[in-house]
C-alpha cells in the first residue's frame, strides 16, 4: 500500500514560480514510478511529468517541456519544480504513483494504482 500527500499548490501570477510536493507513505515507495497529472475544470486529466522507480529517466508533456521539472528522493519525496508559469495550468494537480510500469506508459493515468488528493494551482494573467 502506498498514500499520497500532495502540497505546495498555492495562486500565483503569470510568469511566477510554485513547487508542489508529494509524500509517499509504504516500505516499498522505492520501487514505484511517480507521476503527476492534472485536471482543469471540465476537462479530462492530463499527464504532466513522471519519473522512473530509480529516477535514473524523466518524462514531460510537451506543454511543459523545459518549464517543469520533476524530481524524487530518497525519503520518499516526490518534487515538481514549475517555473514560467501561465494561466493555462492552471488545475488540480494529483500525484500518483505506478508499479512495474515504465516508459512512456507512465503517461496513461489508468497506469497509476494509487493517487493523492490533489493540491489547486491558479496562475493569474
Known amino acids: 500500500q502506498v498514500q499520497l500527500v500532495e502540497s505546495g499548490g498555492g495562486l500565483v501570477q503569470a510568469g511566477g514560480s510554485l513547487r508542489l510536493s508529494c509524500a509517499a507513505s509504504?516500505?516499498?515507495?522505492?520501487?514505484?514510478?511517480m507521476g503527476w497529472f492534472r485536471q482543469a475544470p471540465g476537462k479530462e486529466r492530463e499527464f504532466v511529468a513522471a519519473i522512473s522507480w530509480s529516477a535514473g529517466t524523466t518524462y514531460y508533456a510537451d506543454s511543459v517541456k523545459g518549464r517543469f521539472t520533476i524530481s524524487r528522493d530518497n525519503a520518499k519525496n516526490t518534487d515538481l519544480q514549475m517555473n514560467s508559469l501561465k494561466p493555462e495550468d492552471t488545475a488540480v494537480y494529483y500525484c500518483?504513483?505506478?508499479?512495474?510500469?515504465?516508459?512512456?506508459?507512465?503517461?496513461?493515468?489508468?497506469?497509476?494504482?494509487?493517487w493523492g488528493q490533489g493540491t489547486q494551482v491558479t496562475v493569474s494573467s
Open positions: 500518483a504513483a505506478a508499479l512495474y510500469v515504465s516508459g512512456f506508459g507512465l503517461a496513461r493515468p489508468e497506469a497509476y494504482g494509487y
Open positions: 509504504g516500505r516499498t515507495f522505492s520501487s514505484y514510478a
